[in-house]
């Protein structure tokens, strides 16, 4: 009951200043008008500065003004008890709760801003429910076929073998994967994310990530080309741009068909260098592209594959992290184009392994 409490006390509060400054200008009228007539005691009804009417004016005024007062602070109190009330319920749970009278244009603007942090509040809530039930259902597979295969070792059922041991490893890195891109985008949305920016060749740190991706490209059946450009220096923390890279790779090998090409470019445009990894595999639809970088959400081209959903919100916290862009244009069978920007590097000295050397 505290609320229409305070909500009524407000409404006095209105009244009492509305009244309050009406009462002022009233009197000031009454004292500037009424009384240098006091003395003469003209009273004459036909004078338009008589007394009586004069008199029977303030009257009016005032009777005008408690009414006024009293009408605008009604007004100006009825939408904020909806938004009381409509702040109970959403704190009770109910996050569909709005107001369902935004008030005049003075309160609209506030209500208006209140609506959409509760919309922003509900989306992010029903993304954090999606991205549960994504990530257990991508946890549930590989231990069931954990759980499964060890049981089948331990009543004997298979032998321990190296094709059995291979097949509950594969499970395992599946699980230690989705837990590390877990972590990694837990890392990269944090604001103690730690970052050490520094002048590196982005076309070196392309080529390793190349190398260290090359076996499981070829195994997925792909086609891989490079351009790049050498000497591309931005500014960039290294450890953060192999991972961004990595993952990057890592979606073309999960997302891409056997026979699809995989190239990636690192190029100097005006002031940012640019890496961009292409493909020719299933790409994604049009209405599909403004969601690709939400957690966990996974287009129809990926239904049934190995991945978290977790990879692309990873590569775009840790480009921010970086005062970095990431960006994609696809067409649905056309394959896929995510590029990276980073700011160039101004000048640097003597490079060491891909890094500027202090």
Same mark, same amino acid.
């Given at each position: 009951?505290?609320?229409?409490?305070?909500?009524?006390?407000?409404?006095?509060?209105?009244?009492?200043?509305?009244?309050?400054?009406?009462?002022?200008?009233?009197?000031?009228?009454?004292?500037?008008?009424?009384?240098?007539?006091?003395?003469?005691?003209?009273?004459?009804?036909?004078?338009?500065?008589?007394?009586? =009417?004069?008199?029977? @004016?303030?009257?009016?005024?005032?009777?005008?003004?408690? /009414?006024?007062?009293?009408?605008?602070?009604?007004?100006?109190?009825?939408?904020?008890? /909806?938004?009381?009330?409509?702040?109970?319920?959403?704190? @009770?749970?109910?996050?569909?709760?709005?107001?369902?009278?935004?008030?005049?244009?003075?309160?609209? $603007?506030?209500?208006?801003?209140?609506?959409? %942090?509760?919309?922003?509040?509900?989306?992010? $809530?029903?993304?954090?429910?999606?991205?549960?039930?994504?990530?257990?259902? $991508?946890?549930?597979?590989?231990?069931?076929?954990?759980?499964?295969?060890?049981?089948?070792?331990?009543?004997?059922? !298979?032998? #321990?073998?190296?094709?059995?041991?291979?097949?509950?490893?594969?499970?395992?890195?599946?699980?230690?994967?989705? !837990?590390?891109?877990?972590?990694?985008?837990?890392?990269?949305?944090?604001?103690?994310?730690?970052?050490?920016?520094?002048?590196?060749?982005?076309?070196?740190?392309?080529?390793?990530?190349?190398? %260290?991706?090359?076996?499981?490209?070829?195994?997925?059946?792909?086609?891989?080309?490079?351009?790049?450009?050498?000497?591309? =220096?931005?500014?960039?923390?290294?450890?953060?741009?192999?991972?961004?890279?990595?993952?990057?790779?890592?979606?073309?090998?999960?997302?891409?068909?056997?026979?699809?090409?995989?190239?990636?470019?690192? =190029?100097?445009?005006?002031?940012?260098?640019?890496? $961009?990894?292409?493909?020719?595999?299933?790409?994604?639809?049009?209405?599909?592209?403004?969601?690709?970088?939400?957690?966990? =959400?996974?287009?129809?081209? @990926?239904?049934?594959?190995?991945?978290?959903?977790?990879?692309?919100?990873?590569?775009?916290?840790?480009?921010?992290?970086?005062?970095?862009?990431?960006?994609?244009?696809? %067409?649905?069978?056309?394959?896929?184009?995510?590029?990276?920007?980073?700011?160039? #590097?101004?000048?640097?000295?003597?490079?060491?392994?891909?890094?500027?050397?202090?």
């Amino acid at each position: 009951m505290a609320e229409p409490e305070r909500s009524s006390a407000l409404r006095r509060r209105l009244v009492a200043a509305f009244m309050t400054v009406a009462l002022i200008s009233l009197a000031v009228l009454f004292i500037g008008t009424v009384v240098p007539h006091l003395p003469d005691q003209h009273v004459d009804p036909h004078d338009p500065v008589s007394l009586v =009417w004069l008199l029977a @004016a303030t009257a009016l005024a005032a009777v005008t003004a408690i /009414g006024l007062s009293v009408g605008i602070a009604d007004r100006l109190t009825r939408p904020v008890d /909806g938004y009381i009330e409509t702040a109970r319920r959403f704190a @009770a749970g109910d996050h569909s709760a709005r107001p369902a009278d935004l008030g005049p244009p003075e309160f609209a $603007e506030l209500a208006s801003a209140l609506v959409a %942090a509760a919309d922003e509040i509900e989306r992010s $809530e029903t993304a954090r429910r999606q991205l549960t039930a994504d990530i257990a259902h $991508e946890l549930r597979t590989p231990l069931a076929a954990l759980q499964a295969g060890l049981e089948e070792l331990r009543d004997g059922l !298979v032998p #321990a073998d190296a094709e059995a041991l291979a097949a509950l490893h594969t499970q395992a890195t599946r699980l230690g994967r989705i !837990v590390n891109d877990l972590s990694d985008l837990a890392a990269a949305e944090s604001s103690q994310l730690h970052t050490t920016l520094d002048e590196i060749d982005l076309a070196a740190v392309a080529q390793f990530a190349l190398a %260290a991706q090359a076996g499981a490209m070829k195994s997925a059946g792909l086609l891989v080309g490079r351009e790049l450009q050498p000497e591309t =220096w931005v500014i960039a923390d290294v450890g953060r741009m192999h991972q961004v890279v990595g993952n990057l790779l890592a979606n073309a090998v999960l997302y891409c068909r056997p026979g699809d090409q995989v190239t990636v470019r690192v =190029w100097a445009a005006g002031t940012v260098g640019v890496l $961009e990894v292409a493909d020719t595999g299933p790409g994604f639809r049009a209405d599909e592209l403004p969601h690709i970088f939400n957690r966990a =959400w996974r287009g129809v081209s @990926a239904d049934g594959t190995r991945g978290s959903g977790l990879g692309l919100p990873i590569v775009q916290a840790l480009m921010t992290a970086q005062h970095g862009t990431v960006s994609v244009d696809s %067409a649905e069978g056309k394959g896929a184009r995510i590029s990276v920007r980073l700011p160039l #590097a101004v000048s640097h000295g003597a490079r060491v392994g891909g890094l500027k050397s202090r």
